[in-house]
């Protein structure tokens, strides 16, 4: 992520007409643009696009950004809406566990020493995914913008334009969730 200062100061230069100025915040930001899509989708392929048409979306409506504010929750917001949105046209708001079975190896746990260990933990990291992905939208968006994102409470109320008590409450409520899922399991 960018400071506030180097981040205003880019996209002022972008406003002014330099484009390629933009690529300095794609850089600061598309990955973790990348991991919210993906955590919302559980699909690399639609991860992508979801993140390339938050910057294309971000990029349009630069000058609409109120340099008052943090720039990345203004661009999360964008990025929710659009995954949003292509949850709902797709009606693909479930985790593909072939998809899961594919890009398993892609999770590290990094214990050399105890390969059993490291199974287990790939199998509970998967599973995880799978009850995220079981929860209702509103829940899954602020358990991951809290969890795997690592943002604050307040951030997430201002990407999700909700309070910040129905932030913390939708949090609890879908880590409670996820506990009585992993007890089913």
Not at 73 to 102: C, F, M, P, Q, V
Request: include cysteine; aromatic fraction near 10%; proline fraction near 2%.
């Amino acid at each position: 992520m960018m400071d506030k200062e180097k981040e205003n100061q880019t996209i002022q230069s972008i406003l002014k007409g330099d484009r390629d100025a933009y690529a300095l915040i794609v850089d600061a930001y598309k990955d973790r643009i990348f991991n919210l899509a993906y955590r919302m989708t559980g699909h690399y392929e639609d991860a992508n696009d979801l993140a390339q048409d938050t910057f294309i979306r971000a990029f349009a409506n630069l000058q609409r950004f109120d340099n008052q504010k943090q720039f990345f929750t203004w661009l999360y917001a964008i990025s929710l809406n659009i995954i949003r949105n292509h949850l709902k046209k797709s009606k693909r708001d479930h985790y593909n566990e072939n998809e899961y079975e594919h890009n398993e190896n892609k999770i590290s746990i990094n214990d050399e020493n105890n390969p059993e260990r490291d199974l287990m933990a790939k199998e509970e990291a998967g599973n995880l995914e799978l009850c995220i992905r079981r929860l209702p939208a509103e829940m899954k968006e602020a358990v991951i913008l809290r969890f795997y994102q690592g943002m604050p409470f307040d951030d997430i109320a201002d990407i999700m334009a909700i309070s910040l008590s129905a932030v913390k409450m939708r949090v609890y409520r879908g880590l409670k969730q996820l506990e009585e899922l992993l007890e089913d399991g």
